[in-house]
């Protein structure tokens, strides 16, 4: 049963313009979000975080909403650049150890 | 800077073999976890260890087994490869709440397992 939703498979977007990924999650006791960056034959790195007492966090081009109500959060990168092609995992926890992943996004940024 | 290192990128064993993947971490982290990442899937938990000699199974531990005997060192046992084992294999580290970003897991390169 996912609890970590990307429904977006792929996204396509021009450089300079902006992404906007998306994460829905179905359970209402994760508090803390992380979204990953992955290049193919390499491990994730992380990106950037939000906790859930926040609804936004910013670093430097990208920012990530936190909608609790909707159960809904989305990384915007602004301005997309080439090197950000990759592909974008959306994660979630609570109180344990475990983190529960979405299946990812592909982002590809054409010049 | 956080560094988890993968004993091999590319692995090729088969059917039926005993598979051990192994994973360091050189930053004291009190936990390590195993997920394997298939086109479609995402990232799925295998097994996790919060301490030396603990275990929790993840999502999917069917067919694996792991061990830890030492705090830096996570190894992943497949018992009998079989195909459906084929996959790319990411260990991660993290912290405990104290030692830092406790939140997040720091991934090592992968490693990338055909099973013929």
């Known amino acids: 049963d996912q609890q970590v939703k990307q429904n977006s498979p792929s996204l396509s977007v021009q450089e300079g313009r902006i992404s906007i990924l998306n994460c829905d999650y179905t359970?209402?006791?994760?508090?803390?979000f992380l979204w990953y960056k992955k290049y193919p034959a390499e491990g994730p790195t992380f990106l950037i975080s939000?906790?859930?007492?926040?609804d936004k966090n910013e670093d430097g081009r990208f920012t990530v909403f936190l909608n609790k109500s909707a159960k809904h959060l989305s990384l915007h990168i602004v301005p997309s650049q080439p090197g950000d092609s990759a592909v974008y995992f959306c994660a979630a926890k609570n109180s344990g150890y475990a983190l529960n992943f979405g299946k990812g996004t592909s982002l590809l940024v054409t010049p | 800077d956080v560094k988890v290192t993968q004993s091999s990128r590319y692995l090729v064993k088969r059917t039926g073999e005993k598979v051990f993947l192994e994973c360091v971490q050189d930053?004291?982290?009190?936990?390590m976890f195993w997920y394997r990442q298939d086109p479609g899937l995402g990232l799925r938990l295998i097994y996790f260890?919060?301490?030396?000699?603990?275990?929790e199974k993840g999502d999917i531990p069917e067919g694996y087994s792991v061990s830890r005997e030492k705090k830096e060192r996570f190894s992943l046992i497949l018992e009998s490869a079989s195909t459906n084992q084929t996959s790319m294999y990411l260990c991660?580290?993290?912290?405990?709440?104290?030692?830092?970003?406790?939140?997040?897991?720091?991934f090592g390169p992968g490693t990338r397992l055909l099973v013929l």
């Open positions: 359970n209402s006791m994760f508090d803390y």
């Open positions: 260890s919060y301490d030396v000699k603990m275990k």
């Open positions: 991660a580290s993290s912290p405990n709440p104290g030692q830092g970003d406790q939140e997040t897991q720091y």
């Open positions: 930053m004291d982290h009190e936990n």
């Open positions: 939000i906790s859930s007492i926040k």
